[in-house]
């Protein structure tokens, strides 16, 4: 007996990374940070905002907003925030998409869109990357449809300009162009400062990565007040209360030490460049990344094999089914320590007779 509606009942849900509880690993499967939140985060939740859990939340999120807005030189109008990126992206496909506004996204890119789209009964056309896995900006002129590109795109840590992104904002007028900046502090040129200028341009990111918050749960998104408030309408028709008492006040301050953030972020940038070079050495193939992750591939070895292989030894990476990047594993940067543990283990598994040539499994 089934009490999940017929509609979903063969729907595909989103798979997220392993948090494994069985043992200790080299974690770099789920792109968190190796780093703990900003000190002055940890300062801000004492034990009397832990009584405080008794009261609700600001729905508002004012003070929060406010010191967002601040660091990316916007209005706190143009701001809104939410539990994780993943919720605003849901708000996204929920309000923004329908039969009329379709959407169109790469082939290769977060594995949550097509999830959302589905859920929604929202038509999407996925474009496929061109053959260096780099984004065609020509393809997503006028398309007519709600664009949707995460730059740094997922899982491959390629960029695309501001300037391919004005070309796709302009030429889609009427419709939304959502950049899903998860990555963007690794790397690449924000498109929050073209919000200005574009009504239809809605910049998500999130605290999960180079603010390590993933726990906390905190997205927010940069655009027009046009589009904060159809943002903000749904929220208040799901779930007003979506940010917890706790997030609100680690969030804030951690958008404001600036210090703490540029300090983690060279880090990880530094030990990514390392992670290159090392894994290159070794003969794989990395994508080059802009992101806190590497897409590497060998070609003496399938990725599902090689992420095996990883996983008995301690270490846990991502590897994807799909056929186009099915050889690759996709590494999270961690701290230079554990980057050095990665390539010791390669080094020791390419001892093993069964790496280089023979599929294991
Ligand atoms: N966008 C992209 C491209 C991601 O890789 C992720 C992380 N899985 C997210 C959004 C969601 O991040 P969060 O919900 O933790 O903010």
């Known amino acids: 007996m089934s009490f999940l509606s017929k509609k979903y009942s063969s729907m595909e849900a989103y798979t ?8 200790k690993y080299i974690k770099l499967n789920t792109n968190e940070s190796p780093y703990p939140a900003s000190p002055k985060a940890l300062e801000a939740i004492n034990a009397n905002e832990v009584k405080d859990l008794r009261l609700y939340p ?11 807005a601040k660091r990316y030189g916007v209005e706190k109008e143009n701001v809104f925030v939410s539990n994780g990126s993943d919720d605003i992206l849901n708000f996204f496909f929920l309000g923004f998409c329908d039969e ?53 795109n997922a899982p491959t840590g390629k960029t695309i300009s501001l300037d391919d992104i004005k070309r796709i904002l302009e030429s889609n007028r009427d419709y939304a162009c959502l950049i899903d900046e998860a990555y963007v502090d690794f790397g690449t040129e924000s498109a929050t400062k ?7 341009l809605l910049v998500v990111s999130t605290f999960s990565k180079s603010r390590s918050l993933a726990g906390g749960r905190l997205g927010f998104a940069i655009a027009s ?9 749904i929220k208040y028709s799901t779930n007003p209360y979506s940010i917890n008492r706790l997030t609100l006040l680690a969030g804030k301050a951690a958008i404001e030490d600036e210090e703490y953030f540029e300090e983690c972020r060279q880090k990880i940038i530094e030990t990514r460049e390392y992670t290159t070079r090392e894994l290159e050495k070794r003969g794989f193939k990395v994508i080059p990344s802009k992101a806190n992750f590497v897409f590497a591939k060998l070609d ?8 095996l292989k990883l996983k008995e030894k301690g270490i846990l990476v991502r590897h994807f089914k ?17 980057m050095e543990k990665l390539i010791e283990t390669i080094d020791i598994l390419a001892q093993e007779p069964m790496l280089l040539g023979e599929e294991t499994i």
Do not use: H, M, W
């Open 58 to 68: 600001d729905p508002t999120c004012s003070e929060l907003r406010e010191s967002i």
């Open 194 to 200: 073209l919000v200005g200028e574009y009504d239809n």
């Open 300 to 307: 003496s070895i399938d990725g599902g094999s090689l992420y």
């Open 225 to 233: 007040r046009e589009i904060i408030e159809g943002l903000e309408k």
């Open 322 to 338: 799909k056929e186009r990047i099915k050889d690759y594993l996709r590494i999270t940067i961690g701290k230079r320590e554990e």
């Open 100 to 152: 009329e506004k379709t959407a169109v996204f790469p082939d290769i890119t977060y594995g949550f869109y097509p999830v959302y789209c589905n859920l929604y009964g929202v038509k999407y056309r996925e474009i496929p990357l061109r053959d260096d896995f780099s984004v065609g900006v020509e393809d997503y002129l006028d398309v007519k449809a709600n664009v949707v590109i995460a730059n740094p």
């Open 16 to 23: 997220p990374g392993e948090q494994p509880r069985d043992k």
